[in-house]
């Protein structure tokens, strides 16, 4: 993968020590899937073209651990932190904000929740005024994760998570992102709205759809975004999915020169 002009120059500087590598942040991003027509649909933002990061780029929902993410007072239900922490190969404490974010980011970004009022439940319906409210006090951090649950009454449902992948921004960016993927299947009764926010445009679409558009030039998508999406690809059901096996490694794409000419390599 060629890299433009300007971050290739960075990546140079980088190389030979002239530039010292950003220490990646802590995220999390989900794959909401459903069953489509033609098999597995995924749900995908465009983010918008003023945006520092990834812009123009359709992207899962997701985004960076809050510190209050890894709050003990969460009400949790399903695999354990401990479990996740296994799964990520991160600390119980770390796997705590992954999986809180993860929840938390989906509900800001789409107003799907993955929470219910009991570990066999889920909330069914998430667009009234007063959802939206509490929506919008999450994203400007005047209202923490934790105390949302707990005042509805709610349980994070941890086990509506399938660990996907893990993905670390190239030390070459000026923004990284050391970041967990998960997938999730929409809840029976809710659905996702467009929220606006970071993103422009959303969309209902099967992986391989996506995948050939970027292939077009169509649309824009990260080498993780489409890794993931030709993984699901070649399943054939949402059951598919939530069935495979899964060893998580990290994957962390590098910039190599190749006969004068710098390029992002997957290792």
Same mark, same amino acid.
């Given at each position: 993968?060629?890299?433009?002009?300007?971050?290739?120059?960075?990546?140079?500087?980088?190389?030979?020590?002239?530039?010292?590598?950003?220490?990646?942040?802590?995220?999390?991003?989900?794959?909401?899937?459903?069953?489509?027509?033609?098999?597995?649909?995924?749900?995908?933002?465009?983010?918008?073209?003023?945006?520092?990061?990834?812009?123009?780029?359709?992207?899962?929902?997701?985004?960076?651990?809050?510190?209050?993410?890894?709050?003990?007072?969460?009400?949790?239900?399903?695999?354990?932190?401990?479990?996740?922490?296994?799964?990520?190969?991160?600390?119980?404490?770390?796997?705590? &904000?992954?999986?809180?974010?993860? *929840?938390?980011? /989906?509900?800001?970004?789409?107003? @799907?929740? $993955? =929470?219910?009022? !009991?570990?066999?439940?889920?909330?069914?319906?998430?667009?009234?005024?007063?959802?939206?409210?509490?929506?919008?006090?999450?994203?400007?951090?005047?209202?923490?994760?934790?105390?949302?649950?707990?005042?509805?009454?709610?349980?994070?449902?941890?086990?509506?998570?399938?660990?996907?992948?893990?993905?670390?921004?190239?030390?070459?960016?000026?923004?990284?992102?050391?970041?967990?993927?998960?997938?999730?299947?929409?809840?029976?009764?809710?659905?996702?709205?467009?929220? &606006?926010?970071?993103?422009?445009? *959303?969309?209902? /679409?099967?992986?391989?759809?996506? @995948?050939? $558009? =970027?292939?077009? !030039?169509?649309?824009?998508?990260?080498?993780?975004?489409?890794?993931?999406?030709?993984?699901?690809?070649?399943?054939?059901?949402?059951?598919?999915?939530?069935?495979?096996?899964?060893?998580?490694?990290?994957?962390?794409?590098?910039?190599?020169?190749?006969?004068?000419?710098?390029?992002?390599?997957?290792?």
């Amino acid at each position: 993968m060629p890299l433009p002009a300007e971050l290739a120059a960075r990546a140079r500087d980088v190389l030979a020590g002239r530039v010292e590598p950003v220490a990646p942040r802590d995220a999390a991003t989900v794959v909401i899937l459903r069953d489509g027509a033609r098999g597995p649909e995924v749900y995908l933002l465009r983010r918008k073209s003023t945006m520092a990061f990834a812009a123009g780029a359709y992207v899962f929902p997701g985004g960076s651990v809050d510190a209050r993410d890894t709050d003990q007072a969460v009400a949790w239900a399903g695999p354990s932190p401990a479990e996740w922490g296994t799964a990520f190969k991160a600390s119980e404490r770390l796997a705590r &904000g992954l999986v809180c974010a993860a *929840v938390r980011e /989906t509900f800001e970004e789409t107003g @799907v929740l $993955l =929470a219910g009022p !009991g570990p066999g439940s889920v909330v069914a319906d998430t667009t009234g005024d007063d959802w939206e409210a509490d929506r919008l006090a999450l994203i400007d951090r005047s209202l923490a994760f934790a105390d949302f649950l707990a005042r509805r009454g709610l349980v994070l449902r941890s086990d509506l998570l399938k660990p996907w992948a893990h993905w670390i921004t190239p030390e070459i960016e000026p923004r990284r992102f050391d970041t967990r993927f998960f997938a999730a299947v929409l809840p029976d009764g809710q659905r996702t709205r467009d929220v &606006g926010g970071e993103a422009d445009q *959303v969309v209902w /679409t099967p992986p391989a759809d996506a @995948v050939e $558009l =970027a292939h077009q !030039g169509e649309i824009f998508l990260m080498p993780p975004t489409y890794n993931t999406l030709t993984e699901l690809s070649a399943l054939g059901s949402v059951t598919d999915i939530l069935a495979a096996h899964r060893e998580i490694e990290t994957v962390m794409p590098r910039a190599v020169e190749i006969e004068g000419e710098m390029r992002l390599v997957m290792t």
